[in-house]
């Protein structure tokens, strides 16, 4: 499996990155209290954002990493009027969807970082990645493995647009006008491939690629740890393209993230504490 795995992720050597242009560097972000900035950028169906989300998920597991970061998701993409979603994806409008489904788990005021990175995991997992990212399917077997019910956590809502009532009177009305009018084909709505999203989930997505794209950021998947210590640069950036991490100045193991994260915290911490 893990040579299969790795097979996959050389043969996506070009998939990931967009055409190459000059990508702009980007100040620090003001942090908030004493915790480090810590950016995964990545595009849902990309299998060199599998890699890094899964050397980073050991990263948030270490005992209190997670109480020292601030840690943002952002997705790659173009802004483009032309299109529906008002974005387009490298892979596709379903990595669109893909994109904002888990932008909705992120921005959940009911769901901790951590179980959005691990419905996250959950989706990455299948040894058919990424054919199911941007279903329905995916993200509710998904939600519903980690215990958390579509509607009550407000990811049914973010992503569908509707509440559990209206969904079942929308269901309703449906079952009644096919047995009025006989059954309907309509490849728009029902198509699984292409999944409508709820007003929320398509701003937020809007939002996020817009935010990511005016940062210059092309390449998934590209992390980014704030500084304070490498001042002249005010951050330390790890890329993975086609497989292969590259400008890893401080290592690319779960272990040198940890490092970094723990030497930023400190000298943050210093910094907050010196200036009382």
């Not at 009550?152 to 992503?159: D, F, L, M, T």
């Not at 709820?198 to 701003?203: I, L």
Request: aromatic share 6%; net charge negative; hydrophobic share 30%.
């Amino acid at each position: 499996m893990l040579l299969s795995l790795l097979a996959m992720q050389l043969l996506a050597s070009t998939v990931c990155s967009s055409p190459t242009t000059y990508q702009r560097p980007f100040g620090v972000e003001q942090s908030t209290g004493d915790r480090v900035n810590v950016s995964l950028y990545v595009m849902s169906r990309c299998p060199d954002a599998r890699l890094c989300e899964n050397v980073f998920e050991s990263v948030i597991q270490q005992d209190g990493i997670l109480d020292k970061i601030n840690l943002n998701i952002g997705y790659i993409g173009t802004p483009n009027k032309s299109e529906s979603l008002g974005v387009s994806c490298k892979h596709g409008s379903l990595e669109c969807i893909g994109n904002a489904h888990q932008l909705c788990l992120l921005n959940s005021d009911t769901v901790s970082i951590k179980k959005a990175y691990d419905i996250i995991q959950c989706q990455n997992y299948p040894s058919s990645f990424p054919k199911e990212i941007g279903t329905l399917q995916s993200i509710k077997e998904c939600v519903r493995a980690e215990r958390l019910d579509w509607y009550e956590s407000g990811i049914g809502h973010c992503i569908e647009g509707k509440t559990k009532e209206e969904n079942r009177r929308w269901d309703e009305m449906e079952m009644d006008f096919s047995f009025s009018r006989g059954p309907v084909v309509d490849d728009d709505d029902d198509d699984e491939s292409t999944p409508k999203l709820g007003k929320r989930a398509k701003r937020l997505l809007l939002e996020n690629i817009k935010q990511v794209y005016d940062k210059g950021i092309k390449t998934s998947c590209t992390i980014d740890i704030d500084s304070t210590i490498i001042s002249h640069q005010g951050r330390r950036r790890c890329i993975v393209d086609g497989g292969v991490w590259k400008g890893c100045d401080d290592g690319h193991t779960p272990q040198d993230f940890v490092r970094v994260i723990e030497d930023e915290y400190e000298n943050l911490k210093s910094q907050h504490n010196g200036n009382r």
